[in-house]
């Protein structure tokens, strides 16, 4: 369970939960707005308290071993601008992982930003732009990219293509597929569309009023849904 404190007083507002995500799985994340969706995405990644465990790699996330949870579990958000300091630089923003991990020399980091660069499809000049000369689309390769350099067991990606027109969103989707293949990470997919869960993961857990309802792989709960969302 998952409490929000306000005024002094807390609200339980996501229970129940018991997710089971594989190694390199892509696992999808379905309910309506004001499901729990967002709420159980900040308690993986350790930004709301919550009561039970979270186990990566079978170990328990505690807070003496915060650092090492949190450079394992990365995430990508639904609105990049937001997420993107309009001030620093794509380079600033990719580099900032590894430098505050204080992993590598300062040259080895560039390369990595410009290896990393390249496999979200930019080219190592976008190093010196700022969010504001980007399109939505390359914000969001820039948030991926980050998201990406210390190599993280689990993404998570929240409603990270609603923001984006059709045509964007279906390359972040194609992107997320290409850098699985190069890349070893699981992705937890959040998203309100059972469409784009269908396409992109393999096994998927429906939420309604902070509760896992509905789990299955996406062909049995696209074929025959046993809730009310999804059989719309």
Sequence with gaps: ????????????????????????????LLGESGSGKSTLAKAIL???????????DGKEYDRKRKGEYYASIQ???????????PRRTVGFTVEEPLAVHRRFTKGERMKKVDEMLEKVGLDPSYKKRLPADLSGGQRQRVCIAA????????????????????????????LFQELHEQMEFALLFISHNLDVVYYLCSRVAVMQQGRIVETGTVEDVYAHPRNSYTAQ
């Design 75 to 85: 995430a990508v958000f639904q609105d990049p601008l937001s997420a993107l300091d």
């Design 46 to 56: 350790g930004l709301l308290p919550h009561t039970g465990s979270i186990r990566l």
């Design 1 to 28: 369970a998952s409490p929000l404190s306000g005024g002094g007083r807390q609200k339980t507002v996501i229970r129940d939960i018991n997710l089971d995500i594989r190694r390199d799985e892509f696992f999808g």
């Design 147 to 174: 998201a990406l350099m210390l190599e993280p067991r689990l993404l998570v990606a929240d409603e990270a293509i609603s923001s984006l027109d059709v045509s964007v969103g279906s390359q972040i989707l194609t």
